[in-house]
């Protein structure tokens, strides 16, 4: 079995136990958490030209929408996280930036979660928690097969109760995944190289 199929089935497996464990864990009393927000994303890699260095390909910074919704489970909070954004091609170099708006690269990403609180803050409820998993992607780009990719996210969190039940999130973290294009996609000059992510957004947050 081959380390990408390896990492196909623990994602998998991960995101199964996950959805099931948590109903099953309702009555020990913690509260389910829901999350939406949105943030802008930064990205760096995907593709790399062999025969120099002076210039970099990679997709365009982007907004990225996404959801979570988690329970606890002891110290700790299980989750399943699910996300979009829609991305183009950018070349940048030393004295140019260019953009190819006729290819458009969307991916939908789900993710099985952990998170713990790290810092509260006073005596409100806010604090910073830190959440992390594995992640597979599910990519459509024009002119190309759909395809999937395994990595993983991290982020830091900070919640600040607004009201009863209502948290406001300011959050920043990263990603990591194979590349989103293969070696047919690209010119003999181009090799496939490791995707990486940086991210910042605000969202809120509900508990019950």
Do not use: C, N
């Not at 910074?61 to 699910?82: C, E, H, M, N, Y």
């Not at 009863?164 to 959050?171: D, Q, V």
């Amino acid at each position: 079995m081959t380390g990408s199929r390896l990492w196909s089935v623990a994602l998998v497996w991960t995101i199964v136990m996950t959805t099931a464990l948590i109903p099953g864990l309702a009555a020990q009393g913690p509260t389910w958490q829901l999350s939406v927000g949105a943030g802008q994303t930064w990205f760096s890699g995907g593709m790399t030209d062999t025969t120099s260095t002076d210039v970099s390909y990679t997709l365009t910074p982007t907004i990225t929408w996404a959801a979570t919704a988690d329970r606890s489970v002891g110290d700790f909070r299980l989750g399943i996280g699910l996300s979009y954004l829609s991305a183009h091609l950018k070349l940048s170099g030393p004295d140019v930036e260019l953009v190819d708006r006729s290819l458009e690269a969307r991916e939908w990403t789900i993710a099985a979660l952990v998170t713990v609180r790290v810092l509260r803050v006073g005596k409100g409820g806010a604090g910073f928690s830190l959440s992390a998993g594995p992640a597979l992607g599910l990519w459509t780009i024009t002119g190309l097969d759909s395809r999937t990719t395994i990595g993983g996210i991290a982020g830091l969190q900070f919640a600040a109760p607004i009201s009863e039940g209502w948290r406001l999130l300011a959050s920043g973290g990263g990603s990591v995944s194979g590349s989103p294009f293969e070696s047919t996609d690209l010119p003999a000059e181009f090799e496939p190289s490791t995707l990486w992510g940086g991210q910042v957004g605000l969202g809120l947050q509900y508990a019950f």
